[in-house]
C-alpha cells in the first residue's frame, strides 16, 4: 500500500485535485483498502484525501422495489449528503465495481481518472467475504 500511496502523492503534487479509480470483484476488498488508502495518505503526507464508494450511487431500497429489483446490502440505503468534498481535498479515491469496466457510460468515467487500480482477489476470499457481509 505504501508504494501506491507514494505515488498517488508525488502525482497529487501536479495537479488541483487527483482522482483515483479503484475496482475489483465483489468481496476483494475495495472499500476496506480504499479506506485504509486515504487515511494512510492523509496521515502520512498530510493530504486531505477521501474515499467515495460507489456502492452509495443507487436507488433508495424502496424505489427498487417498486421496480421489483432485488438489492441487499449491509449498508441500506445510501445517505444523502453524506460524503463532503471541500475545497482542499486534494485526492479522491473512488471504489466499486464498474470503475474499469471498459464498456459504455463506464468507459467516459475510467478515462476521467488519473490512476486507477484493479484490486485482485481468488475467487475463494472473495466469496468468503461477500457472504460474511450478507
Not at 105 to 113: L, S
Amino acid at each position: 500500500m505504501e508504494e501506491i500511496a507514494d505515488k498517488l502523492f508525488l502525482k497529487s503534487k501536479k495537479l488541483v485535485r487527483l482522482y483515483v479509480g479503484l475496482s475489483g470483484i465483489p468481496g476483494s476488498g475495495k472499500t476496506t483498502f480504499a479506506k485504509k488508502l486515504a487515511t494512510y495518505i492523509h496521515e502520512t503526507y498530510n493530504v486531505k484525501t477521501i474515499h467515495i464508494s460507489m456502492d452509495g450511487f443507487h436507488l433508495p431500497k424502496e424505489e427498487l422495489k417498486r421496480f421489483s429489483v432485488f438489492f441487499d446490502h449491509k449498508i441500506g440505503d445510501p445517505v444523502f449528503g453524506d460524503i463532503e468534498v471541500s475545497f482542499d481535498t486534494r485526492i479522491l479515491i473512488f471504489e466499486g465495481l464498474y470503475l474499469s469496466f471498459n464498456e459504455n457510460v463506464w468507459r467516459d468515467i475510467y478515462n476521467e481518472m488519473d490512476e486507477s487500480f484493479f484490486l485482485e482477489c481468488t475467487l475463494e476470499l472473495a466469496r468468503k467475504r461477500w457472504f460474511k457481509n450478507l
